[in-house]
């Protein structure tokens, strides 16, 4: 080896440095493979994400022969090193050749090969699947007995190879991913991804239409006062009741009354004989609940009860749908009999307002964790019955009472704001 030219040599180093960077790139972009774009990959068909996907499921045995082949070819590259600087300089350059080769291969190596393959890995680790997978079906003794006594070592610290993380995402995980999708989903659908996401933290209480709101038929009203609601209702489905909603005898489909209407046969009895059954939810339900109970038992409206089996409300298919698509409405304000915008840019708003449905329609914030209108909002930040003219600051946003109608607020102006850090309720008061 002494007579080999000093060229040979130095060729010889500058392929050892380049294995090593081949397998200091190949581990960094195995491990930075998204694993599941790989799967989708992987089911399309495409060659180097079969074999990327094959090596990691064992990813000790990829590791092991990554992590022998590189270690080999850096001590024989320091060996080679030492004598190439011994050859040169004597014995000062065997003091002299550790270091410079420490800085080569850090930097030719190990630092660069592996920002590149941490920056892009698809493009590293598919074409280092060729060269990994005969490599480790050559070497396979080697690191089968490397990874036996590796993982006699994890089975101590109760660490299983075998026990590969599926990688599974949690809801909070996908809604991120969902989030950061940027071009690659628009805005829109991304707002309804999110949405599905958040279906299980959001009940019927949420959406529901509130007793006090629900339009139905009284089947003890005069004939033609019901005639007349039938005539002029903007909904296709009423509950059916007698006296009281608690009461409800079924649900009529408006959709059935045109012949006998215009026939002149409609009647209180046969109102009664062609309701539907009522279909009841119970209160508390998650909504991604709701969707497969109306998707299994085929309904598009349930009257939502409590635990003494009252009625506290009425939700619909549609206000379901709603919550993952937005408002079908292209303007909330203009159309939502709750909002009126005013000149000075404020919004009158009534105290019966949904906050979800206000959050959601004029893009505010106000708290959703606690009570469902902006009533209910006020008084549970005030803990008293406002009088008119009392202003107080909700979340960032400045409320005045406008109106007060009984043990409710009937009027509040909303004007929108900056968010600011929430204060207390009786700093924020006057």
Do not use: C
């Not at 082949?69 to 030492?82: E, H, P, Q, T």
């Not at 280092?128 to 089975?155: C, E, H, Q, T």
């Not at 009533?375 to 549970?380: D, M, Q, R």
């Amino acid at each position: 080896m002494s007579d080999l030219p000093l060229a040979v040599l130095f060729g010889a180093l500058i392929v050892l440095i380049i294995l090593s960077a081949f397998f200091s790139g190949s581990e960094t972009g195995m491990m930075a493979l998204n694993r599941y774009r790989l799967r989708h990959l992987a089911k399309g068909k495409h060659k180097g994400a079969k074999r990327a996907a094959e090596l990691l499921q064992r990813p000790d045995r990829l590791i092991g022969l990554i992590l022998f082949g590189n270690n080999f070819v850096n001590i024989v590259a320091s060996m080679l090193a030492a004598f190439i600087a011994w050859r040169i300089m004597g014995e000062p350059g065997l003091a002299l050749a550790p270091f410079v080769l420490t800085v080569v291969i850090l930097v030719f190596a190990e630092v660069a090969p592996k920002t590149l393959a941490a920056l892009h890995p698809e493009r590293i680790a598919f074409p280092a699947a060729i060269v990994l997978k005969p490599l480790l079906k050559i070497f396979y003794p080697v690191v089968a007995a490397i990874n036996w006594l590796a993982n006699g070592v994890l089975r101590l610290l109760r660490v299983f190879p075998t026990d590969v993380d599926s990688q599974q995402l949690s809801t909070d995980e996908l809604r991120t991913v969902v989030n950061e999708a940027g071009p690659l989903i628009s805005r829109k659908y991304q707002s309804m991804l999110v949405s599905i996401l958040d279906l299980e933290k959001v009940t019927v209480d949420d959406i529901m239409v509130p007793r006090g709101e629900i339009n139905g038929i009284d089947i003890d009203d005069e004939m033609d006062d019901i005639v007349d609601m039938l005539v002029h209702s903007q909904h296709t489905r009423l509950p059916l009741y007698r006296g009281d909603i608690d009461n409800v005898l079924g649900v009529l489909h408006l959709r059935k009354i045109l012949e006998p209407l215009e026939h002149t046969e409609l009647d209180k009895n046969w109102l009664m004989e062609n309701a539907s059954e009522p279909y009841f939810v119970p209160l508390g339900t998650p909504l991604n609940t709701q969707l497969r109970n109306f998707q299994r038992q085929r309904q598009r409206i349930g009257l939502v009860v409590d635990e003494y089996g009252d009625v506290d409300g009425l939700v619909t298919l549609e206000d379901l749908l709603e919550e993952i698509v937005g408002e079908f409405t292209t303007d909330p304000a203009d159309h939502s009999p709750d909002v009126h915008p005013q000149d000075d840019g404020t919004y009158l708003i009534d105290g019966g307002a949904n906050v979800r449905d206000l959050n959601r329609g004029m893009h505010w914030e106000l708290p959703t964790d606690g009570p469902k209108t902006l009533n209910g909002l006020v008084l549970e930040y005030l803990e008293s019955i406002p009088e008119p003219g009392t202003s107080l600051l909700i979340a960032g946003y400045p409320v005045e009472i406008v109106q007060v109608s009984g043990n409710a607020v009937k009027t509040a102006r909303i004007k929108p704001a900056m968010r600011r850090p929430e204060r207390r309720p009786q700093d924020d008061v006057s």
